[in-house]
């Protein structure tokens, strides 16, 4: 793999790295996480000052002059304040949006500079992103699945508790508790690697001039397929809903996400 290609790539992992960790933080204000998305975005300042002092001493000025360097110096500036609000205000809320907006204009300048400097790298990279894409799709819907399975569990277990019936079955199961907690746990890790996901694929149709529409069938699907668990994770920590009912929220949300996979899919103008 050419060097720098695998320098901007480890450069975006570790930043989509952070944007999860920041996601769990987001709902939980877990000071672990905090501070474990805090020094993994400050590997990326670190490395983008780097680059960017490298450019202020051979060029003897700002990188400004082309609206590529712009873009660069944006996203550095983006990170930077990023690490003061993250170290001086604590603005949790803030940080996770201002966290998946840095890693956009990333993206964005990442393809912007092998166009420039090497074009024969942007095949290769968009492949690997599309790639980044889809498996990123298929390990958040993989999560969903189990965490469906899971409420699907619960709401049998709940249903023989409430009929006073099936004894034999309920020792098998674990309790309602722990069910309802485990599929609540596999969301908070899928969502914020379907929104990488969603990030990356509307990326790559952009750059490869791919005939792409917002409306599009599966553009939208995925959408709402991510605001409906947003919705669930929302009601789940915020609105403090617990059990049953936010269970069944998780099964509508999986239906969705099945109609999105299977019959989207189809509708699609460039999913096939």
């Given amino acids: 793999m050419d060097a720098g290609r695998l320098l901007f790539e480890s450069i975006l992992i570790i930043y989509a790295v952070s944007v999860i960790f920041y996601f769990i933080d987001f709902l939980f204000h877990n000071r672990k996480a905090n501070r474990v998305a805090f020094w993994l975005l400050s590997m990326v300042w670190v490395i983008q000052t780097i680059f960017l002092l490298t450019e202020i001493i051979t060029t003897a000025s700002l990188p400004i002059q082309t609206f590529n360097d712009g873009l660069y110096t944006y996203t550095w500036i983006i990170v930077t304040f990023s690490l003061i609000i993250h170290r001086f205000f604590q603005l949790e809320f803030f940080m996770f949006f201002m966290s998946v907006f840095g890693f956009l204009f990333m993206l964005i300048h990442s393809l912007r500079s092998f166009q420039i400097n090497d074009s024969s ?111 669930y994770l929302y009601s789940r920590t915020r609105g403090n809903y617990r059990g049953r009912p936010i269970l069944l929220l998780n099964v509508i949300a999986f239906c969705l996400l099945l109609i999105n996979f299977f019959l989207f899919n189809t509708l699609s103008n460039f999913h096939v």
Avoid: C
């Fill in 121 to 231: 790298q942007i095949p290769v990279m968009l492949n690997e992103w599309l790639y980044a894409h889809i498996v990123l799709a298929l390990i958040s819907y993989g999560l969903f699945t189990i965490s469906f399975v899971l409420a699907l569990l619960y709401l049998m277990q709940y249903r023989f508790l409430k009929a006073k019936k099936g004894y034999k079955w309920l020792a098998r199961f674990r309790d309602l508790e722990g069910i309802e907690k485990r599929a609540f746990q596999l969301i908070v890790l899928a969502e914020p690697l379907l929104l990488i996901s969603i990030i990356l694929g509307v990326v790559w149709a952009y750059m490869t001039n791919t005939t792409f529409y917002w409306y599009d069938s599966k553009t939208v699907g995925s959408i709402l397929v991510f605001l409906i668990y947003g919705m």
